[in-house]
């Protein structure tokens, strides 16, 4: 793990050659092996590391990236976030042919936009085997805050396996994976605990479940992950140094095929300025989830003297990615509990209704009891929320506001509903019930403003990424909403989006989920009309 | 019913099913087998149940096979060929072939449902007409109560009914056998998990009194040692 920091290292200080205002890149994907927590498996590399460099890019620039194919199938790499010309989206099959054995493909664009991005492949599962990089694109004038130094931390999930065999283990029987089922004794235990009348209470909800052929236990579709940050894991202990007095600024990213994490960093409040790039009025939290595929930078004020665990949770408390803020390389600080692992409650699968703006603040009162509650309430739609600790403020989408409104305000022209559905049993994932290799485009007309409505009617939470264009979150901030590239909407929630379709050609539009995008929570969207 | 236009038409569908799956559907495939062995009567009787898949999300190929042995011969044993289709969330219907190697060769024609029923009931219930126009049919189902993660008790019921009495088979009309079983298996992984099972079985109607005739009894208590694999 340590040679392979120093190669991204290596090469993302080949990478940054301040010169004119259009520069060329020169990536390779290709094989490689890695060992992470004693196991060794062929991977997917870019310039032969996982994470692959860093783009460090500059507002204005215009940029020329090579990618060659060195694997024995195809491959591609798309720009996540990056407003850019549809043919160089780098989705196959939709933006291009994608990238053959032993062919260079050449992406040409500007960079029109500043902040912290990522890239990764779009082919088959590759991103899951190791493919993905962090991009910065420097802002033309300085961002509207003030740091000394930053870090970026790219959080990971590593399989222990193939992730081919992965999904055909879940096509077999879809818990496979799942060894944290509710067992007699769990039951017995819950009733044992209730007072007299809500005993009968526990039996009913588990005929509920029973009767939905659901499982609360059932938050994560694949279990067998190391966590990385950084590429190196919780042992490895990445670390990030800064200087007494120094503001630091740590660019999140989490390049996860299929991890939520819960990011806190112990005796530090984080200041976020970021969401997926976009400055936003900056908020002081103590932890903030992060969704797959989302990008959060945070300003920090380390003491003197002091050690910080940057400490980025699985959402199901699987297990945790770790790095240390110091003054000194190799130094440490207390690891904090992971905490119970979540369970769905029947809440989060009624009828959906609440929104983000129903999320508590996080100091949220009574999470524990949420955790068993079945009755419905207006809590509804964060059931799989883990307990917290007191008086902590956690980050939800209603603290996002835009630092600088937007040019298009328009109330949308029309409404496109996407119910996000799924078959646990099958193992298969859908919009509207209908899975991408059934589906036709959606279509949006040039020049128009829609509103994306997302109902979540599945038990798990779904970051949905649009390519190409921006999604504006309605939040209720109005013409300070924030825009994002990717929204996550929790089980039984529905979270609405307007976009301004000011792009043309075709473009992806999925989960960023990787195994829920490849078995069919995908959809192409067409922008008819335009000059093309 | 032509037994033979059913085979034909079990091996069209099946080989027809590549380019159904070609469309967004690719193929995957499951198998799960039981094999257990215990004593009846002094004697030692080997028994499997398999069945598998090949296929897509909504068309599969799915195959059945189960059968007994006793002393190195095969007392019982059949096996099923079906096209399966998705019809609702938890449920597929299935059509095609049975042929009964042992006791005799027979060739039925088969409809079935199978899927998983609300509180988690794994369903397997279909109609059988022999070559001579003989209809049966076989409904199974079983659950799943979790001591711990890996040890897992799975209760489960099948069974048998005849629409008409075939005394050469010493079947009676209606339901003729039950049997409600219990197996207690370990997963040390999903692929790998031994089991015991203990097995009742009840013979109604006129079934009994044709057992009743033949052994003196129309009820066994069966103790079985095997092991459950899935890949």
Redesign the interface.
Known sequence: MRSKLAGLLIATSSLIAPAALADVYNLEIDQFERTVDGKTLTGVSINGTSPGPLLRLREGEDVTINVTNTLDVDTSLHWHGIILDAGMDGVPGISFDGIAPGETYTYNFTANQSGTYWYHGHSALQEQEGVFAPIIIEPAQPDPFEYDREHVIILADWLNDSPYKAL??L???SN?YN???????DLWRDWTNADGGEKTDVIQER?AW????MDPTDIVDITGYSFLVNGETPEDNWSGLFEPGEKVRLRFINAAAMTYFDVKIPGLKMTVVQADGQNIEPVSVDEFPIAIAETFDVIVEPEAGQSYTIFAAAKDRSGYARGTLSETPGAEAAIPELGPRPELTMAAMGEGHASHGAMADGEATGMDEMTMDMSGDAHSGHGEMPAMEQGQKVLTYDDLRALTPYTDRRAPDREVELRLTG?M??Y?WSINDV????AGPLEFNYGERVRITFKNETMMEHPMHLHGLWMDLVNGEGDMAPRKHTITIRPGETISADVTVDATGSWAFHCHILQHAAT?MFRQVDVIGGAQ | MKPNFLIVGALAMATALPALAT???PV???TLIEADIAEIDDETVGAFDAQGWVGG?YNRFWWKTEGEFADGDFEDAEVQALYSR?IS??WDAQIGVRYDLEPKGETYGVIGLQG?A???FEVDAAAFVSSSGDVSARFEATGE??????LILEPGIALDFYAEDDPSRQIGSGLATAEYSAQLRYEFT?EFAPYVELAYEEAYGDTADFQRLETGSADDTVFKVGLRT??
């Open positions: 055909a283990n096509k077999k029987r496979y060894y944290n089922r509710r067992t007699v004794f005929l029973g009767r939905m052929r078959n049993e099958r298969f899975k991408f290799g059934d069919g | 469309e967004g559907d995957y495939n499951y999300d998705y969330k938890f998983l609300p509180y988690f109560l979790l001591f711990t993660q890996r999903r899935m890949f």
